[in-house]
């Protein structure tokens, strides 16, 4: 089975380095002339699907705004990550989810394994039980070609005081989380398939991320202050494995798909031009 990392490769170099997020906040529902309601999210959803799930190369739903819904909004979302996949876009579950044993396979069951109705081709995971803790979601993403991509330096300012608190050897703890992850990916052709989520908004990081050999997700550009320029202060020599993530950027634009569209491609166009200056 091919991998997650061929497969975002290849996504990457067809559709252009763009993730978008599906983030119906209620006030971004409410701006949309949607009501705030399973009916507004549906209809939200289904036109940010429409719009731009043939053309971006990663779609990334957030599951707590389908979540605070119940069991209605959970039906949507996992009729919108049909609906992506349909279209041929990487669906990326932003669900932060760890834990230990037992309690972290059902996690990778939920969301990495074929048969699931929540099956994505990638996660999001919280390492801060220990790396070694979401193994299982290692496992089964290497199993079934899906991806996981952990939590490393978030934009949070609250993250810092974990994220960049030093161990017994001196590395931050994001060090030791990009340390471990490098392990996993090493050797992998053309792109390991465990990724780093490190926000575009953290600045100058103290950390190495070159022996990664995975993608790189970077949420917090557009609405959360980052700009597709803050990509090189942050990734340094790692920047070609970047993967920007947009929100309420693109979002914003709607609920008019040609508008959606329009700002999908600007970000995409900037998020290139960022790129290429490290050539």
């Given amino acids: 089975m091919e991998s997650f990392g061929a497969r975002l490769h290849r996504a990457i170099g067809e559709r252009g380095p763009l993730c978008v997020g599906i983030d119906p906040h209620p ?116 199993e079934h070609g899906g991806g996981v991509f952990v939590l490393a330096l978030t934009s949070n300012p609250e993250g810092a005081s974990v994220q960049r608190a030093r161990g017994a050897d001196g590395r931050t703890v994001a060090q030791t989380v990009i340390d471990e992850i490098s392990q996993l990916n090493a050797g992998a052709e053309p792109l390991g398939s465990i990724g780093l989520v490190v926000g575009a908004t953290v600045g100058e990081t103290g950390c190495d991320l070159s022996a990664v050999n995975g993608p790189l997700l970077a949420p917090g550009l557009g609405a959360q202050g980052a700009t597709a320029a803050d990509l090189r202060t942050v990734f340094g020599p790692a920047l070609p494995a970047v993967l920007p993530s947009y929100s309420r950027e693109v979002l914003g634009a709607g609920p008019d798909p040609e508008a959606l569209r329009a700002a999908a491609q600007r970000a995409v166009a900037d998020c290139r031009a960022a790129l290429r200056r490290h050539d």
């Fill in 27 to 142: 006030e971004l529902l409410v701006s949309w002339g949607l009501t705030d309601d399973v009916e507004g999210l549906r209809r939200f959803a289904r036109t940010v699907v429409d719009a731009l799930g043939d053309r971006v190369a990663v779609v990334k739903p957030q599951s707590a705004f389908f979540e605070r819904f119940g069991s209605q909004g959970v039906a949507v979302l996992e009729s919108t990550i049909r609906q992506l996949r349909d279209y041929g876009s990487l669906v990326l579950l932003d669900v932060k989810r760890g834990d230990i044993g037992s309690t972290v396979r059902a996690y990778a069951s939920a969301y990495l394994d074929p048969s699931s109705p929540m099956y994505a081709d990638a996660v999001t995971a919280s390492p801060f039980l220990g790396v070694g803790s979401l193994a299982p979601m290692f496992e089964l993403a290497a």
